[in-house]
């Protein structure tokens, strides 16, 4: 056998057997399980029962919004003036409310009040009212299939044409395409970072011990050092599969627990989703050309 | 009134004890490729300088197949460089080094067993580990390791330490590992750096019946020492050098032939006196060189 070969399997066996090297290794991805657990803890005492439906009330001052008060989740009540919707919303029976001003069609202003403490309203308030505004609006001047452009006008799906023949080459996930070199770069860095104090670790134990000296009557400095890059570099990879492997668990409970992780799927990660194709237009929802589809947990089961 | 002892430091030939009972049989001859009389070293103008200082000048000798050899010097006359060249772990300057009848490559490393001056042990790894390495290392078969290691543990005591770690061993007990360390892949030529250095007594008498008992096995050994009775106790030629140059070469018994009449040592007490013969003195330290009018030199400490 080549004898860098045994001097690798050696390396290996040893770097792999250290304490520091086991700690390392684990430290990770218990980090990971206790950073899910923690976000499970704060979850729970901090989860409130959750509402069966949301009531915003509205004031209209231009006489224009009567219809599509019912939407998903949402009830629209109209109010004939500003006190009594105040009333109500400090009786606790409407969730907040709005003015329509006279002058909404000029400016587009809509003016909300809320008891919440908020930086702003948040995505799914601004895009229901936007949405009930527009039904209001566009309501027996255009056609139903118009309206549903005018709400989503734009569902972008891009395609890249060889340069030469013109044909529709396959491109990759532009998600993994960006993310997928950054992870694996950081992985590799950390993985350098460690096994070369390894390698200083191991040369200089083989110094201190004086055991140098007996190892270079045996094989070349060249073999020797040939053996411990690969051995310790193999260590290292084994470190980052173990990390990878752990990354992809986690990653597939932590979706399935935590809804921000859930549109951040892993199948971005060219581990579950081998052949990426952009998504089809979602009702209701935005798709932007740059984003990935939304994958549900189970994509990483299948 | 000055006393005076004197002791010869040449025993007569047949005087050492070429047997060592309890370790016969643990290697074997039938395994040694060598030739009696062959030449296993050769070593031929070699010369070594570092930073401008001569270490090791134009150096040439050779060690035949078999035989004791001994380098004998006082502590910075080259020994180590020297042995270090032999092993390819540091390149002479010019000259050249012939093992086994070819330049040192990767095939004769492996026929080459080495204790270093500088000797250790892997500290957190056990004692089985240890040698099947450096077993593996030397190419040893991979079916021949784990018997080899398990009947020289046994001979030398050390079997019920297989397992252990070197950090549990005791002083002792590393050495011995050391020297079972350097003989594990059954080596043709055995190369000896200070072996007697730093060991208690008892690990001084075990390594010299093993050094004869490998002689007997018709291996050839390499060793260096500053304690000449160790080369006149075990070695059959001997090199002795001092600041790089070599001093005398050539067998023992023409060695002790040709000094034993001429030279004595005395250890005295206070003023020698005068000497009969002794035609000229010097001094050399806290050593008195006295010259008979043979020109042979006598020297008192």
């Known amino acids: 056998m080549n004898k860098a070969l045994i001097i690798l399997k050696h390396e290996l066996g040893q770097t792999v057997r250290r304490k520091s090297f086991i700690h390392l290794t684990v430290s990770i ?17 901090e989860a409130e029962p959750e509402k069966e439906e949301e009531r915003i009330g509205y004031v209209d001052a231009t006489g224009m919004f009567n219809d599509y008060k019912e939407a998903d989740g949402i009830t629209f009540i109209h109010y004939s003036t500003q006190d009594k919707a105040k009333g109500d919303l400090l009786a606790e029976e409407i969730d907040e409310y709005f003015i329509i001003p006279e002058n909404y069609l000029a400016t587009g202003q809509v003016i ?46 891009s395609l890249q044409l060889d340069e030469t023949t013109g044909e529709i080459t396959e491109s990759p996930n532009p998600v993994s395409a960006i993310f997928v070199p950054y992870i694996f770069g950081l992985l590799f860095i950390f993985s350098i970072f460690f096994t070369s104090g390894y390698l200083l670790q191991s040369v200089s134990e083989e110094k201190e011990n004086r055991v140098i000296e007996i190892l270079l009557s045996s094989v070349s400095a060249r073999q020797l050092l040939a053996g411990k890059v690969l051995g310790l570099g193999a260590a290292g990879l084994l470190q980052i599969v173990v990390w990878l492997v752990t990354i992809v668990v986690f990653a597939k409970v932590a979706s399935m627990n935590i809804p921000v ?15 990426w194709a952009p998504s089809p237009a979602q009702p209701g929802r935005a798709n932007s050309g740059l984003a990935c589809s939304p994958c549900p947990p189970s994509c990483l089961s299948s | 009134m000055s006393t005076i002892r004197l002791e010869s430091q040449l025993p007569a030939e047949g005087d050492q004890e070429k047997t060592a009972p309890g370790l016969q049989g643990a290697f074997d001859s039938s395994t040694s490729e060598l ?31 078999g035989e004791i050899f001994g380098m004998v010097g006082p502590n910075g006359a080259g020994k180590t460089t020297t042995i270090r060249m032999l092993m390819d772990i540091i390149r002479p300057d010019s000259g050249e080094v012939r093992i086994l ?19 250790g042990l892997y500290r957190k790894v056990t004692v089985a580990e240890l040698l099947g390495y450096l077993a593996r290392l030397k190419n040893t078969t991979t079916g021949k390791i784990s018997p080899r290691i ?17 950090e549990q061993l005791s002083r002792g007990m590393g050495q011995i590992i050391q020297f079972i360390a350097t003989l594990v892949h059954d080596p043709q030529l055995v190369v000896l750096d200070e072996p007697f250095s730093g060991l208690n007594p008892v690990n001084r ?3 010299k019946e093993l050094v004869l008992e490998l002689k007997n096995a018709g291996k050839t050994l390499v060793l260096s020492t500053h304690q000449m009775n160790e080369v006149e106790e075990l070695c059959d030629r001997v090199l002795m050098i001092n600041k790089g140059k070599v001093v005398l070469y050539g067998e023992l018994s023409e060695v002790r032939s040709r000094f034993r009449n001429n030279s ?37 400490s």
Do not use: W
Not at chain 1, 29 to 45: D, F, K, S, T
Not at chain 1, 121 to 127: C, E, G, T, V
């Open chain 1, 29 to 45: 991805p218990l980090i990971a399980i206790l950073g899910m657990l923690v976000y499970q803890i704060i979850q729970g005492m």
């Open chain 1, 112 to 157: 909300r009040y809320t008891t919440e403490r908020e930086l702003q309203a948040s995505s799914k308030i601004r895009q229901q009212i936007s949405e009930f505004l527009l039904n209001n609006l566009l309501d027996d001047k255009t056609s139903e299939e118009l309206l549903q452009r005018v709400k989503q006008p734009l569902n972008l799906a």
């Open chain 1, 261 to 275: 992780l859930s549109d951040l799927s892993v199948c971005c990660l060219p581990l579950s989703s081998p052949g």
């Open chain 2, 35 to 65: 030739i009696p009389g062959t030449k296993t070293v050769e070593v031929s103008s070699v010369h070594k300088s570092f930073a401008g200082k001569k270490v090791v000048d134009e150096f040439s000798f050779e060690v035949k197949a």
């Open chain 2, 101 to 119: 009848g070819e330049p040192l490559n990767e095939s004769t490393k492996d026929k080459i067993g080495y204790l270093p001056e500088e000797r």
């Open chain 2, 150 to 166: 398990d009947n020289l543990l046994e001979r030398l005591g050390m079997l019920p330490h297989k397992t252990k770690k070197e």
């Open chain 2, 205 to 207: 008498q075990t390594l």
């Open chain 2, 264 to 300: 004595i040592f005395l250890e005295c007490e206070g003023p020698i006196g005068e000497l009969t013969g002794v035609v000229r003195q010097k001094s050399h330290g806290q050593f008195m060189g006295y010259f008979s009018m043979e020109t042979t030199r006598h020297r008192t």
